[in-house]
Every structure is written in structure tokens, then in C-alpha cells.
């Protein structure tokens, strides 16, 4: 403030005020020049009689605190639940013997296979008796492998991790019936129980059956909110679709009973209070003649980026009922488009009518992938919405021997949609680094990479099986570029005995598909029967993930002249493994409480 303002003031105050103001800020401003040169001088001298600014003179700093020290935390024991054998819609069906619903007997059979280091057991669903099985390894084998026969519902399979490698946990359960309404083979892998489960497959129109199956493997019971969606979009369930499951108990319902005449239907599963697991059981007939019956199991969550493999054409047409067909649906409020890329033996193929789907929400969507030539395929679908996917195929079988006219048997198959992940941090889609150099994923110090697992399927026992390998890019890509890039696949093949039986490398370049037989992978044993497959990636993935799956089949051939190829069909995904053992910093302390 200036000297102006001030004596403005002074001026404007009583007259008897004004001389003490004016002496007190003078005496004021005296007083702190002053103290501040004496502060100057004792500094000054402080430095002359010591050497120092005086730092040394303050008080010492607290004692650091307690080390921090790496504690090694182990996973927790990892639940893998697995369906119950297929079963009638309604068991209690009586009438003429001639058209029993099952005027055959259903095999059913599980097998879980656990490698690494660990402790599994096998247990029924439920089972308060504790008579687990072990899954131990046999003296010489590679992993152990536990087998049960006619298995009569649910099953669990509980792995404790040990010291050593991190386990590598598949099992699969599958049931084979060659007469009657469930004609088929319904097969699947095992999965972990969850919060979210997306079931994209089924339907519920006249001759068609879709069993819900909720599981819940845990201690507290689970509170189950379910959401259908048909081809005039969401449905409205009774009762809101909310359900309870208790601790070790199963809950089947008829999804026809709360949503009929979806011919095309999508189911999600929203757990809470407990993890559940959830597949539907479909079985379809035409009047008399079955139709085939699989399990739909979970896929991928919503996404832009998904794939799936094992997509089987014998050359059908585009119309043909029998055709293989993808699913796709956008749960979301807003409407997109899908590009769906269709990966054989040379590469893409070109399919009239999927370059691009239009996408309405909430409405479910099937497109015909007839026209392709017999083989098997992977199917990318590229979104600008998220998006969930899954895919049917029909093998025909032989033709009804207690109909007059020949009327076809078939058996259907569904694949789930896997999630394309991104590119590796560090590297882009092209398979070089953000400085444009090759990635040959070879780390900093010039070691070899290791090799990266991709997953595992435990091979349903009585089935024959074929891998479908693809090597997909990550990310869509432009009509007029072509994927470019190799894979590398290690796949290896274990025993019944859990011995590894054979091995071998499969080099895909991108945006390719091949198929492999299990059975070839004998190595110098060629009796041995394969029980487990594993994939791994070696090397750089350079943009590109590999997406598998194995193809089982089992029953008669459909009598055609020259196929032998069996006429039951199912395809199963693999298992990721379980998390591995990781390290937490912590630091021990004395202190209790909290903010103290």
C-alpha cells in the first residue's frame, strides 16, 4: 500500500488517532528491520564458528521405516466344474415302447488330467461324503489322469497348487447315445465357476429343447439373475428370471418354459453372493427324427475382437438347412456392423454375404457360412460394437430305420466364441516394435523366449479327435491387405498312462487353418491312446493369437458311399491355466491400529 494511501487515511481519522497510528507503524517497521539484520548476523556467525549452515545442529531424522520385504503368495484352490451327463427333457415320457424317447442306454464318461506341481481331487457336485478320487501321477508319466465312469451328475475338480511348476488343469465330460431323442454326443471341457456366463446357442421353437444347468460349486448360496434374448430382442421372464442356488447344489430349468418359440437364442448369467458355472443342454427333433443334442458352454464376454475354430462345412449350400451358421448378438443399446473373416488351409476365404452384418441391438442374429468347400475353418468377427458369438455344425448321420421313407439323422455341435487379446505390450499387429525393428520376442539379455501356453483339452475317452489350429490377427484388418506373419505351435500329446506319447510343431502363417489328428501324435507307441493335447506358442506371436479347438466324434458313419467319418459330433474348447504363485511387497511394523 502506498504512503499516499496511508496518510489519506490518517487525514480522514479523529485527530486525536491519528498521531498513535502513525508513531506505531513507524516503531513496527524499526523493529523488524532490526530484528531481521540481527537474524542476518547470528547466521553469519554461526558459519564463521562452526563451518556449516547449521544442518547439523537440527534434530536427526526419524529411524527409516521397517524394510519392505517380498512374501511369495500362493493362488487360492482352483474349483474346474463340469457338466452332468445329457438327460431327457422329461424322463417320466411313457407311451408306445416302438417310440420310446430312449429305447437306448447313454454312456457317459469324465476324465480330468492336471499337470505341474499340485494335489487334485475329483469329487462329485455336492458330494458331503468327501469320497474324492485322486488325480495322481502314475510313476513315469507326465501328469496324472483320472477317469469315471457313467458319472451320475455334476463333478469337481479342486486343484491345490504346490511349490513347484504352476499346474496345467483340463477335464472334459462327454455322453454318447445311437438311438432315440438324445441322439448325439454332448460333450464339453470343464470350466470355472464365475460371475458372468454368456451361452450363445439353442433355441426353443416347436422340437427344440434347451436345459439351463446352474452349478454352484461353493459355500454360500448364489443368487442367479438370467437374461434371454430371442430374434425379436430380450425377452420378458416370469418372475423376473431371478433364481437361487445353494451350496453344492444344481438347479435345471426349462428355458422353454419361460422363453418359448425363440428360434434363435442367446442366454446370460449373473451371479451373485457365489460363483457359478452355466450351460444349456439342447437336443432338437424334427417330429420323429432326432436332430442332434450338445451342451452350449460359456464363451467370450462381450467384445469388438472374438474368434472361434472347428467350423466344419461338407460343402453344403448357402441354403441348406444343415449349413454351418454363425450366431451374433449385441447386447448393448447402440447398433453396429460385424465383419466376419472366414480363415481355411490358404487363408482367408471369400464368403458373399458376411463382409459386413448389420447389428440391431439386442437381436439376435444367425448367418449362413454355406458355400464354403468341405474342410474345416476358424471364423473371425470384428465389431464396432461389443459383441458375443458362437457357431453350430450339423454332421449328417445315417437314415431312420423305423421310418418308412429315408428320413437323415443329424448331430449338432456348438463352438463358443474365444477372445481375440491384444497385441503384446511392446509390439504392434505387424510383429514389429514401436521403433519399427523385428520383435522376435527374444527378451533384453538375449535368451530364448519361453514357450506360452495356450491351453489344454482333456479328449473324451471312446472319441476320436482333431485339432483345428488357426493363427488369426488380433486386429481387423483391410480388405486389401493380407495377414502377414508366421505362428508357431508346440503341440503335445499325453497318454492314458500320463506319459507323454508324441509331439509336434505346426508353423501357421497368418490368417491360416489347419487340422491335425490326435491320433498321429503317437510317437513310436502308436497304440498308445491320447488322453490330454496341449498347445503352446513359441516364440514372438508378431499381432497374431492362436485359436484351437478339438473336434470329437464317435458312433456309426452315416452310410454314404466312401465317408467313414463317424456321425456324432461335438466340439470342445481349451482351458487356460489357473493363476500362477506371484510375490507382494510388504512391510512388517509394529504399529496397531489404523492412522496411527
Keep these: 500500500m502506498s504512503t499516499t494511501d496511508e496518510t489519506a487515511r490518517d487525514e480522514g481519522a479523529p485527530e486525536g488517532a491519528r498521531a498513535p497510528r502513525g508513531r506505531t507503524r513507524a516503531v513496527v517497521r524499526r523493529v523488524t528491520t532490526t530484528g531481521a539484520g540481527l537474524v542476518g548476523v547470528l547466521a553469519v556467525g554461526a558459519v564463521a564458528a562452526f563451518g556449516t549452515t547449521g544442518t547439523g545442529l537440527l534434530p536427526a531424522a526419524p529411524a527409516p521405516a521397517d524394510a519392505v520385504q517380498e512374501v511369495a503368495v500362493e493362488p487360492a484352490e482352483e474349483l474346474t466344474v463340469c457338466p452332468g451327463p445329457a438327460r431327457l427333457t422329461d424322463p417320466e415320457t411313457v407311451g408306445d415302447a416302438q417310440f420310446g424317447p430312449a429305447p437306448v442306454g447313454t454312456t457317459s464318461s469324465l476324465r480330468a488330467v492336471v499337470g505341474g506341481d499340485g494335489e487334485a481331487d475329483l469329487d462329485a457336485l455336492g458330494d458331503a461324503a468327501g469320497d474324492a478320487t485322486p488325480v495322481e501321477r502314475a510313476p513315469g508319466g507326465d501328469v496324472g489322469v483320472a477317469d469315471v465312469e457313467d458319472p451320475s451328475t455334476g463333478a469337481v475338480l479342486a486343484v491345490r497348487p504346490g511349490d513347484g511348476e504352476p499346474p496345467r488343469v483340463a477335464a472334459s465330460v462327454g455322453s454318447v447315445t445311437t438311438d432315440g431323442d438324445l441322439r448325439g454326443l454332448a460333450a464339453a471341457s470343464c470350466s470355472r465357476p464365475g460371475i458372468s456366463q454368456w451361452l450363445v446357442g439353442g433355441s426353443t421353437q416347436i422340437g427344440s429343447s434347451a436345459q439351463l444347468v446352474l452349478q454352484n460349486p461353493g459355500l454360500t448360496p448364489a443368487v442367479v439373475q438370467v437374461g434371454v434374448w430371442g430374434q425379436g430382442g430380450q425377452a420378458v421372464l416370469s418372475g423376473g428370471g431371478q433364481q437361487l442356488v445353494g451350496p453344492g447344489e444344481e438347479v435345471v430349468t426349462l428355458v422353454e418354459a419361460a422363453a418359448p418359440e425363440q428360434r434363435r437364442l442367446v442366454v446370460h448369467v449373473a451371479a451373485s453372493g457365489g460363483l457359478v458355472t452355466a450351460y444349456l443342454q439342447h437336443s432338437t427333433l424334427d417330429g420323429l427324427v432326432p436332430l442332434g443334442v450338445d451342451y452350449v458352454v460359456p464363451g467370450a464376454e462381450p467384445a469388438q475382437d472374438l474368434a472361434l475354430a472347428g467350423v466344419a462345412s461338407a460343402g453344403e449350400a448357402v441354403d441348406d438347412p444343415h449349413a454351418p451358421r454363425l450366431r451374433l448378438l449385441a447386447p448393448g443399446d447402440a447398433a453396429g456392423t460385424a465383419r466376419v473373416t472366414v480363415y481355411g488351409e490358404d487363408g482367408p476365404v471369400p464368403l458373399r454375404g458376411v463382409e459386413e452384418v448389420a447389428l440391431t441391438p439386442g437381436v439376435v442374429t444367425d448367418v449362413s457360412l454355406g458355400g464354403l468347400p468341405a474342410g474345416s475353418y476358424a471364423v473371425a468377427v470384428h465389431?464396432?460394437?461389443?459383441?458375443?458369438?458362437?457357431?453350430?455344425?450339423?454332421?449328417?448321420?445315417?437314415?431312420?430305420?423305423?421310418?418308412?421313407?429315408?428320413?437323415?439323422?443329424?448331430?449338432?455341435?456348438?463352438?463358443?466364441?474365444?477372445?481375440?487379446?491384444?497385441?503384446p505390450d511392446g509390439s504392434t499387429t505387424d510383429g514389429t516394435a514401436p521403433g519399427g525393428s523385428p520383435d522376435d520376442g527374444t527378451p533384453d539379455d538375449g535368451t530364448p523366449p519361453e514357450d506360452a501356453d495356450a491351453g489344454q483339452v482333456a479328449l473324451v475317452p471312446g472319441t476320436a479327435s482333431t485339432l483345428t489350429l488357426a493363427a488369426v490377427p488380433a486386429a481387423a484388418t483391410d480388405e486389401d491387405d493380407a495377414p502377414t506373419g508366421t505362428l508357431e505351435l508346440r503341440v503335445r500329446a499325453y497318454g492314458?498312462?500320463?506319459?507323454?506319447?508324441?509331439?509336434?510343431?505346426?508353423?501357421?502363417?497368418?490368417?491360416?487353418?489347419?487340422?491335425?489328428?490326435?491320433?498321429?501324435?503317437?510317437?513310436?507307441?502308436?497304440?498308445?491312446?491320447?488322453?490330454?493335447?496341449?498347445?503352446?506358442?513359441?516364440?514372438?506371436?508378431?499381432?497374431?493369437?492362436?485359436?484351437?479347438?478339438?473336434?470329437a466324434s464317435a458312433g456309426p458313419p452315416s452310410g454314404d458311399e466312401g465317408d467313414e467319418t463317424p456321425g456324432l459330433v461335438s466340439v470342445l474348447l481349451p482351458v487356460t491355466d489357473p493363476p500362477a504363485p506371484h510375490e507382494v511387497e510388504v512391510r512388517a511394523t509394529d504399529t496397531a491400529g489404523l492412522g496411527s
Design 496 to 551: 492314458e498312462d500320463g506319459a507323454e506319447s508324441g509331439a509336434t510343431t505346426v508353423r501357421l502363417a497368418a490368417g491360416r487353418a489347419q487340422s491335425l489328428d490326435v491320433a498321429t501324435l503317437g510317437g513310436e507307441d502308436a497304440g498308445a491312446v491320447p488322453a490330454a493335447v496341449t498347445v503352446d506358442v513359441v516364440g514372438a506371436r508378431g499381432g497374431l493369437e492362436p485359436v484351437w479347438s478339438v473336434t
Design 383 to 423: 465389431a464396432d460394437v461389443p459383441v458375443v458369438a458362437g457357431a453350430a455344425v450339423d454332421r449328417r448321420g445315417e437314415p431312420d430305420p423305423d421310418l418308412l421313407h429315408e428320413e437323415r439323422r443329424y448331430d449338432r455341435a456348438w463352438i463358443a466364441a474365444q477372445p481375440l487379446a491384444p497385441a
